[in-house]
C-alpha cells in the first residue's frame, strides 16, 4: 500500500471506532514494516504514515484497539485535549536533544484537530519517535564517515533515547525490547539493525 493511502486509512479511522479487521490490517501493516528492509538514504526523519501508525493507538485509544503498548479500551494515561497534545508536542520539541545540524520536520507544528482526543504522551512519542530517526541516521553517519570523537558523541546520543519515556515506558511502547535490541547493536558497533530501521521507517 503507497504511504499516501496509509495515511487515508489511518485519518479515516479518526472519525469512528476501528474495527476488528481495520485493527488486523494496522497490526500487519506495522509488523510488515518493521520487518522489511530497504534501501537505506544519506538523512533520514520518521515518515509520517509511520507517525501515524505508531501514534494512532495514543491518540484514540479510547476509542478502539491497540498497538504501540495502548491497552483495549483505553489510554493508559487518559485522554488530553487538542490544545494540551499540541502543547505537550511543543514543549517535547522543546526538550528533546537534536543531532547537530537536525531540525524537526514541519508538520509536527501542524494544529490538531480541535474536535479530537488524544491520549497523554501521544504528542511527546510522536516526537520522540522522530528524534530517534534522526540520531539513528547521524549514529551511522558518523560510524562511516566520523572521527573517533564524532562516533562518541553521537553514540551517546543514541543511547540517551534510553532515558525517554517512549523508549523507557512499557504502558507507551510495548516494543520497548525492540528498541532496546537497536541501542545494543549501537553499543557493539553493529549498523545492520539499525541501518534496517531507518530505511523502513524513515526517510528524507
Given at each position: 500500500m503507497k504511504p499516501d493511502l496509509i495515511d487515508m486509512e489511518l485519518e479515516a479511522a479518526l472519525a469512528r471506532p476501528m474495527s476488528a479487521d481495520q485493527r488486523g490490517w494496522l497490526d500487519r501493516r506495522v509488523a510488515t514494516i518493521i520487518a522489511q528492509p530497504r534501501t537505506t538514504r544519506r538523512v533520514f526523519r520518521l515518515t509520517r504514515s509511520t507517525v501515524l501508525a505508531i501514534g494512532l493507538s495514543l491518540a484514540?485509544?479510547?476509542?478502539?484497539?491497540?498497538?504501540?503498548?495502548?491497552?483495549?479500551t483505553e489510554a493508559p494515561y487518559g485522554m488530553q485535549s487538542a490544545a494540551s497534545y499540541e502543547a505537550e508536542r511543543s514543549a517535547a520539541m522543546a526538550d528533546t536533544p537534536l543531532p547537530?545540524?537536525?531540525?524537526?520536520?514541519?508538520?509536527?507544528?501542524?494544529?490538531?484537530?480541535?474536535?479530537?482526543?488524544?491520549?497523554?504522551?501521544a504528542g511527546q512519542s510522536e516526537v520522540e519517535y522522530s528524534a530517534a530517526c534522526l540520531w539513528f541516521a547521524h549514529w551511522l553517519d558518523e560510524h562511516e564517515h566520523?572521527?573517533?570523537?564524532?562516533?562518541?558523541?553521537?553514540?551517546?546520543?543514541?543511547?540517551?533515547?534510553?532515558?525517554?519515556?517512549?523508549?523507557?515506558?512499557?504502558?507507551?511502547?510495548?516494543?520497548i525490547d525492540y528498541f532496546e535490541g537497536l541501542l545494543r547493536a549501537a553499543e557493539r558497533g553493529d549498523t545492520a539493525p539499525i541501518r534496517a530501521e531507518v530505511a523502513t521507517n524513515c526517510t528524507n
Open positions: 484514540l485509544a479510547a476509542s478502539f484497539g491497540v498497538w504501540a503498548g495502548q491497552r483495549a547537530p545540524g537536525a531540525t524537526w520536520q514541519a508538520w509536527l507544528s501542524e494544529p490538531a484537530d480541535a474536535s479530537a482526543g488524544y491520549g497523554v504522551f566520523g572521527t573517533t570523537a564524532g562516533r562518541s558523541a553521537a553514540l551517546d546520543g543514541v543511547l540517551q533515547m534510553r532515558t525517554w519515556q517512549t523508549f523507557s515506558d512499557p504502558q507507551v511502547n510495548r516494543s
